[in-house]
């Protein structure tokens, strides 16, 4: 299993939100690249990097500074957060990133998604971020028609390869992910599964480990405790 250090992006700054409020936000640091460089020098093997502006205006708004840190570092970094048109996903993969995540461009233009896997294949992840058992878009703050379950039906049968799944309500909340979501997703699709949210504990890590999921996305924990993420790291090992 691959562990995510997360790097959230708002104002040029490295931050943290609780339940994915932009009114809940706590600044870690000045400079996201700093930052990359802690958790790539601590073993971080994968960065997970959202444009937190982006996802909620609808288009890049941290891009310097996302291209800066991929450029730097050596290791792959992921990126998401307001990637909503073919030419924002070109920019970045040609530009050093080594996998796209798409969000509201998934599920509201579907075609979009098929050009983008078409082209790009494994490079193109998902997120599926839930609220109530339903996905949210535009930054989690609007509401889908859609249900989970049907969305992941959808992004599979698109020849998605990995999905990155996010329960807002454990989000920033140091409680655990929630494990009964994540392993009806482990069973009931073919495709990669990355935890998002509440991944807190060594412990949390070596259960998602029973799962036998792709990856899991660690945050808040980690920026809150330093020495977590080496601990969680050796838990994998």
């Known amino acids: 299993m691959i562990l995510f ?3 959230d992006i708002q104002n040029g700054k490295c931050v943290r ?3 994915g409020d932009f009114a809940q936000e706590t600044i870690y640091n000045e400079s996201p690249l700093e930052v990359g460089k802690k958790w790539s020098d601590q073993g971080a093997v994968w960065l997970h990097v959202v444009d937190l502006d982006g996802a909620k205006a609808g288009q890049s708004k941290n891009r310097d500074a996302i291209i800066e840190l991929v450029s730097t570092l050596q290791i792959p970094v992921q990126v998401g957060g307001g990637i909503r048109s073919f030419e924002a996903i070109e920019d970045y993969l040609e530009n050093g990133v080594a996998r796209v995540i798409l969000g509201t461009s998934a599920i509201n233009d579907p075609e979009l998604l098929a050009k983008a896997v078409a082209r790009y294949g494994r490079k193109i992840a998902v997120s599926v971020d839930a609220k109530n058992g339903k996905p ?3 930054g989690w703050t609007e509401d889908s028609d ?9 992004l599979e049968d698109a020849g998605v390869a990995t999905i990155i799944y996010t329960d807002i ?3 920033g909340m140091l409680s655990g992910p929630n494990f009964q979501e994540l392993q009806q997703l482990q069973q009931n699709t073919n495709m990669d599964v990355i935890a998002s949210g509440g991944v807190t504990t060594v412990k949390d ?4 480990l029973t799962e036998e999921l792709y990856g899991a996305i660690v945050g808040k924990a980690i920026y809150e405790n330093e020495t977590r993420f080496e601990e969680m790291m050796e838990g994998i090992k």
């Open 136 to 138: 949210t878009i535009a």
């Open 205 to 208: 890590i070596e259960r998602l």
């Open 5 to 7: 250090p997360a790097i």
């Open 17 to 19: 939100l609780v339940q």
């Open 169 to 171: 309500a454990k989000d």
């Open 146 to 154: 859609l249900d989970v379950t049907t969305l992941v039906k959808r």
